[in-house]
Structure formats: C-alpha cells, structure tokens
C-alpha cells in the first residue's frame, strides 16, 4: 500500500539519526515551558513575515488514516483520483493496459491518447515493503483545479504490486485513488517530471498548503488564503532534503509534560504518509504519558500502534493533548497544541484509531496529524507555516 510502505522509503533514504533520550521532565519545569512557548509564538506572529500569496484552491477527499486524494486532468478531460504526496515528486496514475489494476478493483483505468505522447522510456517505483509499480512515460498535459497546465513527464502504470490499497479506512462516499500527484520537490521516479519544477516555469509559487478534515478537506497551490485561517500563521525553517521538506521538533508535550530529551532535527514533513512517527525514545515517552488515561478510558484497553476503539466526544476530550514546539524564524520559539482526535487517535470508518508510531531513529509528520491547523509547505521562502484551520467541522 502507497501511504505504508513510503514510510519504509523514506527510512531506508534518510541516513540522518534524530534519535533522543526521551522521558518526562517534572510537572514545574514542563509549565514554564508551555508559558515559554506560548510568549515566543506570540514574539514569533508579531515579527512573522509576509504571507504566502493566496494560491489556487482545491477539494480534497480521504481521511486521517488513508491520506488524500485531488481530481489530476489529463489531456484536457481525462481525469484520475491523485493520492497527494508532498515527499515523493512522482505523479503517475494506472491505465487501461493494466491487468493488475484491473484485478485489484482499481478504477477507473485511464485511457490514454493524443495529446498524450508516448517517451519510449520505462520507469517504476519500488518501495520497502515490496509492493512496486512499473510502467511507461508518458508526456501529456496535466492540471489540477485552476493552477496552470502544463506539459509534464508523468508515470503510465501498466503493471503493480500491492500498490494500491482498494479498500482504505474512509467513509464510501470519499471514493479511492488511481494514482498520485507528486508534489515533492526533491525526488521522482526515472524519466519522470516533477510538478513543483514545472510551476516555477510559470511563474508560480513553489508553496502547497494542506487542511486536512476527518472526511475531505482543502489543498492550495501556488499559496495560501489567509481568510481560511482563524488567526495569525507561525512560521518555522523549512529545509529541502533528498527525502523531502524537513523541520526540526523543538520539543514535543503530552498533557503539558515535555517527552523529549533533546530537540529533533531532520523531521520529514510528508502528507503521504498520515500519522505522527517518533524516534524511539520520545515515543515511548509519549505513549506512557497517554496510556495512564487512554486504559481508563477504554476499560483496559492500552494505547498503541494497532489501537481502535469506539469512542465518544467525552471521552475524547478526557484524553492528554499533543503539543509540538518548533523553532520560529528568529531565535525563539513557536507551538501548535492539537486535540487528541485531531492527532494521535483519529477517524478510522467507525472507530478512533492509534496515528503516533515509532519511527526508530528518525521522525517523520504528516499534515493530517496536525488537523487544528493548515500546514503551509512554502519552500519559495524556505519555511514551513500553522496557520488556525476554520473549514473542517
């Protein structure tokens, strides 16, 4: 499946070690640090520079726990569901020619033809798990909602492997996806093109912007409304990497209490990969801080990787926060604190499901595990934006 096995890709390319000792700090400690927090977020929106411009806006569909998906229109009324991958710069969909896709329920296939042209040259995708996919380049014109068309090299897919997840833990109503819309800008599969390069040739902003709901949500290209934000967005250095845009975690709260030992740098910002992984350390850390009332709450029932439970708004509320403190602009600091059901325990079909897991040596942060705000990738000026989200219910 695309969203579980990038997790492997990205581990298996990043050599970096953002690994930390862990463990809460006292009760004493851990408030001057959220009273810290709090006045440097304030210093950090004063002194914050300009906003990203407003952008292209368009619908996405999915969930929390699939990823997201847009509508991607090819040759100019060929169209596919695209998984939305911010890491991965590959946009490539499956066609008719596919017999694999066919069997696995994928669809519907597109048929390609002219404008559509054929590069002679084949690529593919292999990632950690096993599950592939190999296929043609193929040079069409390409749009999503109203950013500009272009002419780009994309991925045809005529053959895979255990790539598709025909069945992902969404509402029926958000439909599936038939491909990916590679928006990263660092990597792509052979032969292809990525589509933050060809924005740049049309002079449009290199920034995507992410709200993510519990069913759907909304995407911007090219920039960032400001009138979708309930206040003021933080900023945070954004760096590019060979595995994607990264940020580095200041410290990471639980219920107030600090659960890291250190900061960790080289966190991989990536909507294709939903949930929130920690090193080993702070998760281990983070579970125990949520465990002591997660058990209460659901008779016994311990909170980890494979927890589902049904839940009710009470008990939702009666469950700690996730607080994440990132370094601003300048010399200090800023934090976003996101309710439990908008970050590690999340809307899974009928039930609420574990999102935080333990990413070993390394750390990587969807957008949709930070679901009280916006995420604004805006590499044109190097960083990363948390504006307040107003649209999801």
């Known amino acids: 499946m695309v969203v579980a096995t990038l997790v492997l890709l990205a581990a298996a390319c990043d050599g970096s070690s953002a690994a930390s000792d862990g463990g809460p700090?006292?009760?004493?400690?851990?408030?001057?640090?959220?009273?810290?927090?709090?006045?440097?977020?304030?210093?950090?929106?004063?002194?914050?520079?300009?906003?990203?411009?407003?952008?292209v806006s368009v619908p996405l569909?999915?969930?929390?726990?699939?990823?997201?998906?847009?509508t991607v229109t090819l040759s100019g009324s060929q169209t596919y569901a695209g998984l939305v991958e911010t890491a991965d710069g590959t946009s490539a969909f499956a066609v008719a020619s596919c017999t694999t896709c066919a069997s696995d329920g994928v669809g519907?296939?597109?048929s390609l033809g002219p404008p559509a042209v054929d590069q002679q040259t084949k690529t593919s995708e292999m990632f950690g798990a096993g599950d592939s996919w190999s296929g043609e380049v193929y040079a069409d014109t390409f749009a999503v909602g109203g950013a500009p068309s272009?002419?780009?090299?994309?991925?045809?897919?005529?053959?895979?492997?255990?790539?598709?997840?025909?069945?992902?833990?969404?509402?029926?109503?958000?439909?599936?996806?038939?491909?990916?819309?590679?928006l990263g800008a660092s990597f792509s599969a052979s032969g292809t093109e990525?589509?933050?390069?060809?924005?740049?040739?049309?002079?449009?902003?290199?920034?995507?912007?992410?709200?993510?709901?519990?069913?759907?949500?909304?995407?911007?290209?090219?920039?960032?409304?400001?009138?979708?934000?309930?206040?003021?967005?933080?900023?945070t250095p954004l760096s590019q990497?060979?595995?994607?845009?990264?940020?580095?975690?200041?410290?990471?709260?639980?219920?107030?209490?600090?659960?890291?030992?250190?900061?960790?740098?080289?966190?991989?910002?990536?909507?294709?990969?939903?949930?929130?992984?920690?090193?080993?350390?702070?998760?281990?850390?983070?579970?125990?801080?949520?465990?002591?009332?997660?058990?209460a709450e659901f008779g016994g029932e311990p909170y980890g990787p494979t927890a589902c439970v049904t839940a009710t708004s009470g008990d939702l509320a009666a469950l700690p926060s996730l607080t994440l403190v990132f370094p601003d602009m300048a010399n200090g600091t800023v934090s976003i604190t996101v309710p439990a059901s908008q970050s590690y325990l999340q809307k899974s079909g009928a039930q609420y499901c574990a999102t935080l897991f333990d990413g070993g040596t390394s750390a990587w942060v969807s957008p949709s595990a930070m679901r009280s705000h916006v995420v604004i990738m805006d590499r044109a000026s190097s960083r990363l934006g948390l504006a307040p989200q107003t649209s999801c219910p």
């Open 241 to 295: 990497a060979a595995t994607g845009d990264q940020v580095t975690l200041a410290s990471v709260q639980v219920g107030g209490a600090t659960v890291t030992g250190a900061a960790i740098p080289n966190v991989l910002v990536a909507a294709e990969i939903p949930g929130l992984y920690l090193p080993t350390a702070v998760y281990d850390a983070a579970v125990q801080h949520i465990d002591s009332v997660f058990e």
């Open 150 to 182: 272009v002419t780009l090299k994309v991925g045809a897919i005529t053959s895979e492997h255990d790539f598709f997840d025909t069945s992902p833990p969404c509402d029926v109503s958000q439909g599936n996806f038939q491909g990916t819309l590679g």
């Open 108 to 110: 519907p296939l597109v």
């Open 61 to 70: 569909q999915g969930c929390p726990t699939a990823g997201y998906w847009t």
């Open 25 to 55: 700090a006292d009760a004493a400690a851990d408030a001057d640090d959220a009273e810290i927090a709090a006045a440097d977020a304030g210093d950090a929106a004063d002194s914050a520079p300009d906003a990203a411009p407003p952008g």
């Open 194 to 235: 990525r589509y933050a390069d060809a924005w740049s040739s049309n002079a449009f902003a290199d920034v995507v912007a992410i709200e993510s709901c519990e069913q759907g949500g909304t995407m911007w290209l090219g920039g960032f409304d400001t009138s979708a934000a309930a206040g003021a967005t933080q900023y």
